[in-house]
């Protein structure tokens, strides 16, 4: 009898920060706006780039140093990201994977993110702050796409683990995870208000 298995599996990791986190969720929507209203370098770095919003991501690399919030989460993704890490069956030689950057974005009405990689890190994610009705999800690409040649089309309901594309819809409070390779993009925002996450990187 025949029998086919999945090889080289592709995680991606996802949790809901309700209950305890609820607090912790508001306050972090509260500083993102706060310190992407006083982040001038940020502010000028997304119009000289025409970033649709703003992000920290070329302007501060102190949050978890700069708001008690952000040290906060990082307490909670340490262990997220470990057992992400276990689950991957990963050998870390007795260390663990550190965070190694942290950033906000604000993605304003009509705005997206081309697709890309995370360089230089192992593990990656966002938590989903503000996800209002009609924002975009994430949408991962197979990685094996340049490599598939003439392979036909998937069908329309083909399983997700078939798919050359997946979108993966969060919400307020979602936690995503997944290995920094993973080509990802986040398509146009057709929401009526700002969608607000929290990304970061995990190294070796």
């Known amino acids: 009898m025949s029998h086919i298995e999945s090889l080289f599996v592709t995680h991606l990791y996802r949790e809901e920060l309700g209950g305890g986190s609820r607090r912790l969720l508001k306050d972090l929507q509260h500083s993102c706006r706060v310190i992407a209203g006083d ?37 909670i993704l340490d262990g997220h990201v470990a057992e992400f890490a ?10 663990r994977l550190s965070i190694n950057s942290i950033w906000i974005n604000i993605l304003d009405p009509g705005g997206f993110h081309a697709s890309h990689i995370h360089p230089h890190s192992v593990v990656s994610g966002t938590v989903y702050l503000e996800f209002p009705k009609g924002a975009s999800a994430i949408k991962f690409e197979d990685p094996r796409l340049p490599m598939m040649m003439a392979a036909p089309p998937r069908k329309p309901r083909a399983r997700s683990r078939n798919q050359t594309f997946v979108s993966a819809e969060p919400k307020t409070g979602t936690l995503l995870l997944w290995e920094s390779w993973l080509r990802h993009e986040v398509p146009l925002n057709a929401a009526d208000s700002e969608r607000i996450s929290i990304s970061f990187n995990y190294g070796w």
């Not at 000028?44 to 952000?70: I, Q």
Request: a negative charge.
């Open 39 to 75: 982040d001038g370098a940020g502010q000028n770095w997304a119009m000289a780039k025409k970033y649709p919003g703003y992000t920290s991501y070329a302007s501060l690399n102190d949050l978890p140093e700069r708001d008690p919030a952000f040290a906060e989460l990082v307490e």
């Open 86 to 95: 276990r689950t991957a069956d990963f050998d870390l030689g007795g260390r």
